[in-house]
């Protein structure tokens, strides 16, 4: 027979494994006529572990193997190894077990292993075949059993009579993934095995070396199969050279990954797909910036910074007009003059990027990316120092000026009426939240700005608003629109960035609860030059790309009584 190179026992029936299972009679019937791979000590994470293939012939006895090396150099060594006897034992793996204890009755053979010791003491290779003039056979034993002598003529017809009942055996019903894989080639075979080799994860290191027993198995592994893809789930697999199984009852730690890892392999997420961003670019962590727009688009620009304000006040009593008495004298009439006038001020913010960064970045414009960012900031922080103020004490090098951009809540009382919320020191959420309603609606009397006001205030008061009930325990606001109107506002907008801000004036502390302004009062002005600019700059000696963006620009109310600034302070505290 010059078909295959040798033959043996890939498996034998009603003999004990190494690893406690014993195989029945027919337990791979199925499997007769079928053609495996050969491999190398069950080692499938290389190709060139690969070394032929072997034709399976299910026996009364067991499963008998006949095999062919492949052409490749590990194929040609291993025959070497073959015929010279330095190599005797076969192994098979197996996986989709169905056993009944420890006995197994039906599982799927994945592929044969030449190893240095078998688990099944049965499984061996019993005739070796020289191809060539000088010899047709050779029986070599090495188990001490029965050796079986094979003639070239009788293996034809043997051959003859497993091909012949392969191709009487029934189809199933349905195609597996398995049957579908033996209608490749060998040449496809071999590029799925390259590929299947490169997922797996095995770990090759022995168990226990001062137990290890070359008589009992050989070294202690653990092997995967990507071929289980069925829709029953695998209750165990086999794969002998004394291998442990590879999974437990799935269904016992409810997920393929944790029965897995309680095998201890460990990364087992390298066989599962990569992770995958949501979004193009990444997200950034930051404050809800709703209000920063609303502020910058609704302050008055000027294309000049410099700003002055000549006011003449005409509300005092000797501004006012007088009865004539004839033959009196006619006094004049007295006011005063009030100026202001504000200078810009320089706002930045910079960054840099290593450029070997910029350039291995390729899944985003990383550099459009980060200019995104600090405008965003650079917006937020004119917008939060013209309402607010910047926060920064008045030693920080960082600090706005508040000179060139002047703080709505805490500008000349000429400007920002300051009207306190007096509540009990031990004052309920609904009792402060009453007072500021009743304060709001009063100070209205004393506005002088334009149009019809916004509310900016925080998402505490404004809850607490909406939160108040009438004696029926009926919620009073239903709507933030209803809420607005009944304190005289176009529009309610939380400020972030307003949370827990307080002054302390002659000893007693206020807290900012809301402002009530209408933006086109507040004037930010700039220079042709002082827009907001963006500038970029390569810093050769620390490869280092770097980023400016800047504006120069001044900031400020120009109407007086423009703004209403509501407080919370303690009954205590107004004495």
């Avoid at 014993?22 to 006529?33: P, Q, S």
């Avoid at 095999?67 to 194929?75: L, P």
């Avoid at 805490?410 to 920002?416: F, G, P, Q």
């Amino acid at each position: 027979m010059k078909t295959f190179d040798f033959s043996g026992w890939a498996t034998r029936n009603n003999l004990k494994c190494s690893d406690g299972r014993t195989i029945l009679k027919d337990a791979f019937k199925h499997h007769n006529g079928k053609t495996v791979p050969l491999v190398w000590n069950h080692q499938h994470n290389d190709p060139l572990n690969i070394l032929g293939h072997a034709l399976l012939e299910n026996r009364d006895d067991g499963v008998y193997a006949y095999c062919k090396f492949n052409e490749t150099e590990s194929g040609k060594n291993a025959k070497l190894l073959v015929e010279h006897g330095d190599v005797s034992a076969l192994s098979i793996y197996a996986n989709q077990l169905k056993q009944q204890g420890l006995n197994v009755l039906h599982g799927a053979i994945r592929e044969l292993s030449l190893v240095l010791a078998g688990a099944n003491p049965g499984a061996f290779i019993d005739a070796v075949i020289r191809h060539g003039e000088e010899s047709d056979e050779e029986a070599i034993i090495y188990t001490g059993e029965n050796i079986s002598m094979y003639h070239a003529e009788d293996k034809k017809e043997e051959e003859k009579l497993v091909k012949e009942d392969s191709k009487n055996e029934k189809k199933e019903n349905e195609e597996t993934v398995a049957d579908v894989f033996e209608t490749l080639n060998e040449k496809q075979k071999t590029v799925v095995y390259a590929m299947i080799g490169q997922a797996l994860e095995e770990n090759d290191e022995p168990e226990d070396n001062n137990n290890n027993n070359d008589s009992k198995g050989g070294d202690k592994v653990m092997k995967h199969n990507v071929f289980d893809k069925e829709d029953t789930i695998c209750e165990d697999v086999l794969s002998h050279a004394d291998t442990e199984a590879i999974f437990a009852n799935v269904k016992r730690y409810g997920s393929l990954r944790d029965a897995v890892l309680a095998h201890g392999i460990e990364n087992i997420d390298y066989l599962f797909p990569d992770a995958q961003n949501v979004t193009n670019t990444p997200q950034f962590i930051q404050r809800e910036m709703g209000w920063v727009q609303k502020v910058m688009n609704g302050v008055h620009h000027t294309p000049f910074s410099r700003i002055k304000s000549i006011f003449a006040d005409i509300t005092e009593e000797d501004a006012r007009a007088k009865g004539y008495i004839k033959g009196s004298f006619k006094k004049e009439e007295v006011f005063s003059l009030l100026k202001r006038t504000t200078t810009p001020t320089t706002i930045y913010k910079k960054q840099k990027l290593d450029r070997d960064d910029v350039v291995d970045i390729t899944d985003f414009d990383v550099v459009a990316w980060l200019k995104s960012e600090m405008r965003v900031m650079l917006d937020e922080e004119i917008a939060r120092a013209a309402l607010v103020g910047d926060g920064r004490l008045s030693s920080s090098d960082d600090k706005v000026n508040e000179q060139n951009i002047r703080p709505i809540w805490t500008d000349s009382d000429l400007y920002t009426i300051k009207t306190p919320v007096t509540v009990a020191a031990n004052a309920t959420a609904d009792e402060k939240a009453k007072a500021f309603i009743r304060a709001a609606i009063k100070s209205r009397k004393n506005y002088k700005g334009s149009g019809e006001p916004t509310l900016y205030t925080t998402e505490d008061v404004l809850t607490d608003c909406l939160l108040m009930e009438d004696t029926t325990s009926r919620v009073i606001y239903d709507s933030v629109s209803k809420l607005a109107t009944a304190l005289r506002v176009k529009e309610i907008v939380t400020v972030p960035v307003m949370e827990d801000l307080s002054r302390t004036v002659a000893s007693d502390e206020y807290t900012l609860m809301g402002i009530i302004v209408n933006l086109s009062d507040y004037n930010i002005g700039a220079d042709k030059g002082g827009a907001v600019n963006m500038f970029d700059d390569f810093d050769i000696d620390y490869n280092a790309q770097k980023y400016l963006i800047e504006t120069r620009c001044s900031g400020a109310l120009t109407k007086p009584y423009s703004a209403i600034a509501l407080e919370l302070t303690t009954e205590d505290a107004q004495g």
